[in-house]
């Protein structure tokens, strides 16, 4: 008896030290002075810069609530995993012009590895104003506005259950990260918000991307240069202009891309569905390899497969000489719906570096606008033909 408790007494403080070694340390912005409807800025990086410190996993708590922020960036690298768990949401101011320093996203995580991001609460933008003021599809001096959040050099990361809605312009920008994967990511704003592409991936390596809504004025996915190994996987995308690889080729150190694997997904409603565009007149001799489109539902789509290598909106450029990006060892399979116009497949290869190695098959596409019967636009493209071909393929 006496033994016991002697026992019970050196041993349940070490016992429970353990336990709470196991346990991730909290650290709630709650505890840092914040209020609902102030700007957690301060608070934020305090709490992040603490739970990053910590040598056991921590995790920086948003609370439920709305939360203004102005701009944060939380860097790594950290001592051991962390969770950024926003329950709540948290806003941008609406004026762009309150963003301390322009040239930054609104929220960057940076350099962190075995980062988590879920919580279910929602990035908001606010960016209604922004998009009014926003010219850059035709003022090439146009005023660049913020990202809503970078994710930039992440590495073994998970970011799951949240949302981000009404950026003043790119969603999401991906840049530099590796093994990678956004799960139930939700991105909302509406159909005519200018540039607000959802996920902008480059330069990344290992990216899934699965079990996503995906509704915005531009691109749902695009994906810039250098990215290689990204799978696309059960993304519903509408409003939105589809998953796009490109545009390519206008600067000249771009990287090539190899690996892209579409699948899965359905397109409601959106300028297109599955997308390639490369620049004509341009510097970068790339070669786009390995990408991979399968079991893709098209409703009401407006251009459901568009590869277009003289990609030039605007008159931004002279279309005389060809694009010199080579696109290779494509797969398209096992695409059914609905065209909203007559041209339901472009394949547009360039005369420089015409397509090689495509195979495209079962393809079921109907008619849902008024005008038919659907055909297919080929150039500098020998196809495979495998399955079903409604419409016709380059006949
Ligand atoms: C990739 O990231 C996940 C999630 O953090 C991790 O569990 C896994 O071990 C990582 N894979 C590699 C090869 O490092
Ligand atoms: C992504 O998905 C592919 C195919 O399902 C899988 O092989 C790969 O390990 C996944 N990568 C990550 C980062 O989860
Ligand atoms: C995607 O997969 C789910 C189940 O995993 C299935 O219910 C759904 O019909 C599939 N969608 C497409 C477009 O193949
Ligand atoms: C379009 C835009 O504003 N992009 C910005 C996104 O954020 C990065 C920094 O993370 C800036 O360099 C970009 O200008």
Known sequence: MKMASKFTLLFLPLL??????????????GNYGVKPDANIAEALSCAWKEACAATTPSTVVVPKGTFMLDQVKLAGPCKAPIELQVQGTIQAPSDYNDLPDKDAAWITIHYVDHLTVQGGGVFDGNGKEAWAKNDCGTNPDCVKLPTNLSF???TNSIIRDVTTQDSKNFHVNVLGCKNVTFQQF????????????GLHISRSEGINVTDCVIKTGD???????????LHIEKITCGPGHGISVGSLGRGAT?????????????FIGTQNGIRVKTWPSAPAELKITDLHYEDIIMDN??????IDQAYCPYNQCKLDSPSLIQVSQMTVKNIRGTSKTPVAMTFACSEAKPCENVEIGDIDLA?????????????NIKPTLVGKQNP????
């Open 186 to 197: 939700t991105v909302s704003a509406p159909g005519d918000s200018v540039n607000t592409d």
């Open 152 to 154: 930039n050099f992440i």
């Open 219 to 229: 691109d749902c996915i695009s994906i810039g240069d250098g990215m290689k190994e």
């Open 301 to 306: 789509v407006e251009n459901p497969i568009i």
């Open 16 to 29: 429970a030290y353990i336990v709470n070694a196991q346990e991730p340390a909290t650290f709630d912005i």
């Open 367 to 379: 008619c849902s606008g008024t005008e038919g019967p659907l055909t297919t636009k080929c150039a």
């Open 392 to 395: 016709p393929i380059c006949a």
């Open 254 to 266: 771009e990287e090539d891309v190899t690996g892209i694997y579409v699948k899965n997904c359905t």
